[in-house]
């Protein structure tokens, strides 16, 4: 994986709102190069910097890093979530 390849993934999640998500592959077709896998493995190793939390899977599944700790991080942004701890579609960008 480039350093050209991280640095758009990582600098697309810094723009997603408070209060927003985006999904995997929504960035990798942002990006427009690799797949939802390949934006998930950029958060697993360099997504600290920035807000990992506001990245799910497509279905609105929360990431499940850092602890589990991303359904506390989504609600304190004020994301509006399914009783099951997911997120609503409302919550999507773009």
Known sequence: MDE????AVLALVEQVPV???????????????AG???????MALHGD????WRVVHADGRPATCH???AVERLREDGVP??????????????
């Not at 939802?36 to 950029?42: F, S």
């Not at 399914?82 to 960008?93: D, F, I, K, N, P």
Request: charged share 25%; glycine share 18%.
């Open 81 to 94: 979530l399914t009783s099951r701890g997911w997120v609503e579609r409302s919550a999507l960008q773009g």
């Open 49 to 52: 910097a920035v807000p990992w």
């Open 19 to 33: 209060g927003r998500v985006t999904t995997y592959g929504a960035l990798a077709r942002e990006v427009g190069r």
């Open 67 to 69: 602890g589990g700790t």
């Open 4 to 7: 050209d390849y991280v640095e």
């Open 36 to 42: 939802p896998r390949q934006v998930g493995r950029v």
